[in-house]
Nanobody
Framework: QVQLVESGGGLVQPGGSLRLSCTAS????????MGWFRQAPGKEREGISC????????YYSDVVKGRFTITVDTPRNAVYLQMDGLKPEDTAVYYC?????????????????????WGQGIQVTVST
């Protein structure tokens, strides 16, 4: 049974940092596409950062490029999202996602049509 479990969310002040973790079970994440999506209230879910674990090719959406970093730890079967320079508009529920070994820009497209499995989501709130 495939499971993706997110951790590391919470409340942070503008300009602060958080590190999200996604631990996978039920499969070995070598040669998979993994990514992070988010959904803010009243908005559609969007892909913000994805990685193809086979070659660690990455993709970042324009709104997070230069501030967020996605990494994979294959021995730990985990994917991380380091979020720096957080802004109030980054407030959302963040979801870990996995799917077949596709280019990361495709995997991150839209609201996730290429995603096979989703985590339960974790809240990130950026506020004073």
């Amino acid at each position: 049974q495939v499971q993706l479990v997110e951790s590391g969310g919470g409340l942070v002040q503008p300009g602060g940092s958080l590190r999200l973790s996604c631990t996978a079970s039920g499969f070995i994440l070598e040669n998979f596409a993994m990514g992070w999506f988010r959904q803010a209230p009243g908005k559609e879910r969007e892909g913000i950062s994805c990685i193809r674990t086979g070659d660690e090719r990455t993709y970042y959406s324009d709104v997070v490029k230069g501030r967020f970093t996605i990494t994979v730890d294959t021995p730990r079967n985990a994917v991380y999202l380091q979020m720096d320079g957080l802004k109030p508009e980054d407030t959302a529920v963040y979801y870990c996602a996995s799917g077949l070994h596709r280019p990361p820009d495709y995997f991150c497209s839209g609201s996730g049509p290429a995603v096979d499995y989703w985590g339960q989501g974790i809240q990130v709130t950026v506020s004073t």
